[in-house]
């Protein structure tokens, strides 16, 4: 119960426990995305969360990984029942919901069932207090969600966002490493377009299209040491990544010969 408290003195203090809460989240939006996809049990029901997932919220728009198309045809006649959900639970923050078939679709998962390793009594203790600044009924989402955020500071921090994680990249990111739509930003971002993309999915499109310009030049390098008239090609993916990427140094060799033509 979250109401009760416990019995005696807490250590942590909410006005310190908050600040270090958005700090960790990456600022008050990230933790406001994270309520959003921990509230998704109670707003598709207990039999649904089992075999779907939230897996991002871009621009208003929350993408759902569902097994199947027919759990996608079936949701997608309850969009508008989900989205008012939302909106008694979230005014403004989701404007439309996408489901997608995943290429792993969730597993279902006994009640009963725990992971090996939750997090630690310290996580537990911030994300109560955390709940209980919350309205009542918020508080039972936002320790979850307090719950998750705290859990996930273990390991070293992810190559794409940076969040502390056991695998690498940590599991959002790989999903979104393999999503479409993230893709089809991440050839924008290469072809120097501005992306409509925010958060985890920016950052991942920013990595994509970081490798695939690093990749490209590579190939290219040695063709363009043998032929000058390949040299403006390769000059223009060193604008390109110099552009999404101007603190970052392009590779050596490539400097050099630009820095000859």
Known sequence: MLGAGGGGPVPW??????????KRAGGKERLKRGLVL??????????????TEPVALVGGVLLVQVPDPVVAHQ???SRLALLRRYEER??????????????????????????????????????LELAQ????????????????????????PCPICQTPSETHPCPTCRRLLEAPWVRKEAERLKRGRASALEGEALLVARHLAR????REMQDLYPEALRDEALRPLLQDLARRFQA??????????????????
């Open 13 to 22: 203090r909410l006005k310190e426990v908050i600040p270090e809460a958005l």
């Open 38 to 51: 921990a509230a998704w049990r109670e707003v598709v029901g207990r039999e649904l969360a089992q075999i």
């Open 75 to 77: 949701l997608t006649y």
């Open 90 to 127: 979230f005014p403004g923050m989701v404007k439309e919901i996408r489901f997608q078939v995943g290429s792993e679709a969730p597993r279902p998962r006994k009640e009963a069932e725990a992971p090996s390793s939750g997090p630690g009594p310290e996580a537990g203790r911030k994300a």
């Open 133 to 156: 600044k919350a309205p009542p009924e918020m508080r039972e989402a936002v320790a979850r969600a307090a719950l998750a955020l705290f859990g996930r500071q273990r390991g070293s």
């Open 211 to 214: 490798e695939a310009l690093l």
């Open 244 to 261: 999404l990427f101007p603190k970052e140094p392009l590779p050596e060799g490539i400097r050099s010969l630009l820095q000859r033509s």
